[in-house]
Every structure is written in structure tokens, then in C-alpha cells.
């Protein structure tokens, strides 16, 4: 298999993964904590569509500048509050699937030099998105928890 085509499907399944986790969450739960220390819902989707847009940016696509995603849920980041509703972060995120399914199509190094933005570690492109990815399945198992800890049933 081509591997953009790979990422692309690989990447896309989450989209998948977050409508199901997500699935009842109304905006007061999605931006409540659930317990102590725990992050909110919204502000993980929040985080992983910077996320991606950082993807996007790190294979050379180009996706609009917008340091709000950044200041808002970078790494070490409160975990409390999101600077859109729940459902424009779902959208958000949504969108911003599209911009790394036409930034896969344009990758031709796979294996070129790339410092891993978590690690600090100079890796193929691959590996570090390989990493990435398993950022973005973690936190999206988050929320699988997040649900049940608001009282909603199990999704997956």
C-alpha cells in the first residue's frame, strides 16, 4: 500500500473514533472536567486539531496560520477551557482531516531527516508520524474514559 494513502486512512479512522466517543456529549459535559486533574473533552479535541494542524505543516502542506490553536492547548496546557463550542472542535477537527489527507498526498520523502517535535529526536518523517498518530489514538481513548466518568455508557 502506498503509504500516503496509509496515513490518509490510518488518520481518517480517528474521525470515526472521536464521532463515537464524542456521541453524547452535550457541550456542558464535553467542557466540564470530569474529575480532578483530568482534562476536559473539548479541550483534547482542541489539542489534537492543533495537533494536526502541526501535521499538516510538518509533511509541507499549508493549512491557514491560527495562533489561538496553539495558545490554547499546547502541551502542558491547563486542560480546562476551549475557545469553541464542542461542536465547532468536532468540526475542526473534521476539517482539518481533509488538510492532512491532501498534505499526505504530497509527501515524497517518507524517510527524510524530521525532529520529532515530543522527542527532540531526529527520526524518518515516518516515525515521527507514527509517534503522532499514537499521540492522537491516546487521546482519543481519553475521551472513551471521559464518558464513562460522566456517566455515559461505554461507545466502543
Not at 474521525?15 to 483534547?44: C, F, H, M, Q, Y
Not at 496553539?70 to 465547532?88: F, K, N
Not at 499521540?135 to 464513562?148: A, D, M, P, S, W
Amino acid at each position: 500500500m502506498e503509504r500516503g494513502k496509509l496515513w490518509r486512512t490510518a488518520f481518517g479512522s480517528n474521525v470515526r473514533l472521536l464521532e463515537l466517543n464524542g456521541a453524547g456529549l452535550t457541550e456542558d459535559l464535553a467542557s466540564r472536567r470530569p474529575a480532578s486533574g483530568v482534562a476536559s473533552a473539548a479541550w483534547i479535541v482542541g489539542h489534537l486539531v492543533s495537533s494536526r494542524r502541526r501535521i499538516v505543516k510538518l509533511v509541507g502542506g499549508a493549512i491557514p496560520e491560527d495562533p489561538l490553536w496553539e495558545q490554547h492547548y499546547a502541551r502542558g496546557g491547563t486542560g480546562a477551557s476551549a475557545h469553541l463550542d464542542w461542536a465547532g472542535l468536532v468540526a475542526a477537527f473534521q476539517a482539518a482531516d481533509q488538510s492532512l489527507k491532501e498534505a499526505f498526498l504530497g509527501v515524497e520523502d517518507w524517510d527524510r531527516p524530521t525532529v520529532n517535535p515530543a522527542l527532540g529526536l531526529e527520526q524518518s518523517l515516518e516515525q515521527v508520524l507514527a509517534f503522532l498518530f499514537m499521540h492522537e489514538c491516546y487521546h482519543l481513548g481519553q475521551i472513551g474514559v471521559i464518558r464513562k466518568l460522566h456517566g455515559l455508557p461505554g461507545a466502543i
